[in-house]
């Protein structure tokens, strides 16, 4: 008995040592902040690059242009792609004349105005950084966590409730309050299919995949029916959340950032923390690589599994109450553009690590903030942006075009993506 | 290797800065001619169903595009994504400096009540919405459609076969069920008028929570299993109250062949032809119409807040012609439907 717990402690002690090692390897191995950002930096100029051609080939000046002269079209391609891209760094980061005007007149008002833009970049990312860190926990656990846009739902409609049925409370008890009933409920609706998996191996990318269905259609009943806005009539939009409920907006109308992105760059340190930092994130991390070795090693893959499926569930909550207690007010069915299935991606560009997540889910905000005044300016349609996103995503997806495309060399050791482990993991 | 990193990098820089140069000096010949520069500034906001919905957005979309047409205004949209980028669009429009904001829909409707409290200078207008109160530089677009769909159900009820016509709604939400009830007091009309017995499927007007709902307003599959089930239960004629769900039963109706679908809120043959043969009328809401007065008013400076209603008379709903299938009416029901027309414009026949 004795005996064979030594033995055990022993596989533990020799597996988490092995994986110490690895990562001492790696840091020998200098993967120095340049080389990792290599590839996603060169994935997004591509993108920029292909995007232009499709701002030509989709305008139809471009056309009327190169029916006149061959020169004519070439000038008009060239200034209707620098009259997008410049909306787009205008709109998503600044205008630098406005910003350096505004500075010199020293008029408190215009600058705000002026670096409003990149504030609402800011206000984009929010939730993608939240959902960005449940999908890329549930990947260093090994769990492919689908869910995240269900959990979404539930976690802003558990915020909204809270938000706008309790009354009379002090903001720094009421806003706490509605931001962690979102997580919990998030955390609800990540532990079921986590439970699942557990107990009776039932795969958590098709529970989780179910349970968005089943979150999406009881929101649906939940805001045509219980949390519907009174004299609605039955319109599926809730009350709007009490006033101590609201995250604060630190600026007057219309900017709107708020104290949320901190709560998130917060989140994402806490997230580092405890996966890198903590014993009970190496063991997670264990569970993720190798969840046979993990249970030799005395781990318990269940409760791990249940566990990692909870957070990164009350994560995914989290990201909808942050929507619905900063920026909407009132949680109606159109909440989501897709955070649940971007996140995927995010956490795919972001290596599956919180600072990777951040940065990518910035990159996000910012172009999708661009996108509103590349409409405005170049009328060019937001699926444009869509289409840039998906580029960038499948270069970052596929190294290997990248290194082609720029005759990089190839790293010695191909790092050992974590996530496809979830697919066969539990065993 | 870090060699050709800098380069890279050093590209990327310059090519960040090139595009920031160009900047301004590209913007100018981006803007509108001078000459046009005093035209009223239009500018539309749809919601998530985007501009070419075939829908509301689309249809207020035209009445703007009519009225550059005829009235020589200049205009512009933003498509929102989520219930986040209504303030944000809003807020770009306003920094934009339109004359006249369009909103579509009901969830945007607290946002542009904030926005237009925000921008007293602005004229706001939304698309099927009305506030309690009167904001003294917005209006909002309500239909009568009930009217039109009245006679849409009078329609119905004549051309059946099995003496059974059917409907479904998005959601359970007035706008969609002023359709359903409509339609359902068209039907007793032409059964109190002949001393038929005509039902209908899919909505009581004693019963509404019994009505049958998508509960969607996206996934067109929803639609073809209600019209598949409508169908099954002996409807022949079936109405879709659920945006680009219906499309859905048009497709589930055709493949059936011995049915007939009524559109709502535009002439389906104009903007799904593929169902031509198929489609017995439309119950239009004309939100072109509305919006189009809207923008006139703005340019004549007779801008009038609360609401403006679309009605038959007004011609904000309307029956669309029956097309290619108009031999299924005889002219004794066209002369009826005329009749229950002038005779709802003049008040003779109220539906509330």
Known sequence: MDKKQEKQKDAGKVLIEELNQDEKESATHKRSFWNVITIPLLAILSGLIIGAFLIAATSTSVYTAFGQSFGKGITTAFSEIGSAYAALFTGSIGDPVRIFNALFSGDKEQIYKAINPFLESLVQA????????????????????????????IGAACATFVGYAVKGL?????MPLAFIAGGLGGALWGFIPGFLKATTGGHEVI???????????????????????PGSGGMPISPIIEESAQIPQFFPSPIRFHLGFFFALGFAWLIWWLLFKTKWGLNMRTVGTNPRAAKYAGLSVPKTTMIGMAISGALAGLAGAIQILAVNRSMALGLSSGYGFDSIALALIGNNHPVGVV???????????????????????????????????????????????????EPKEEETTVFVSGWGGGQ | ????????????????????????TEEPPAEEPPAEEEAVYVCQITDTGGIDDKSFNQTAWKGVLDAEEELGIRSNYLESQEVADYEKNLNAFAEEECDLIITVGFLIGDATKAAAEANPDTYYSIVDYAYEETIPNLVGQVFETDEAAFLAGYAAAAVTQTGKVGTFGGLPIPTVTIFMDGFAKGVAKYNEVKGTNVEVLGWDLDNPDAGLFSMDFDDQQKGRELAVSLMDEGADIIMPVAGPVGLGAAAAIQERGNAYVIGVDSDWFLTSPEY????????????DATTFQVIENVINDSFEPGVIVGTLENEGVALAPFHDNSDLISDEIQAELDQLKADIIAGTIVLD
């Open chain 1, 126 to 153: 929010t939730p993608y950084i939240f959902a960005g860190l449940a999908v890329a926990l549930g990947f260093r656990a090994g769990l492919f966590n689908i869910g995240v846009e269900g959990q979404l739902f």
């Open chain 1, 170 to 174: 002090p903001v720094y008890i009421h």
């Open chain 1, 207 to 229: 529970n989780t995949i179910m349970m968005n269905y089943i979150a999406f259609r009881l929101t649906e009943w939940l805001l045509s029916g219980p949390m519907t806005r």
């Open chain 1, 359 to 409: 940065l990518a889910s910035i990159l996000f905000g910012t172009l999708r903030n661009g996108a509103t005044r590349m409409m405005v300016v170049s009328r060019i349609p937001i699926d444009i942006v869509d289409v840039l996103q998906a580029i960038i995503l499948m270069l970052v997806a596929a190294p290997a075009i990248i290194r082609t495309i720029y005759r990089l060399k």
């Open chain 2, 1 to 24: 290797m870090s060699k050709k990193f800098l380069l890279i990098l050093s590209m990327v820089v310059i090519g960040s800065m090139l595009f920031a140069a160009c900047a301004p």
């Open chain 2, 276 to 287: 031509a043969d198929i489609i017995l009328t439309s119950v239009m809401k004309l939100m």
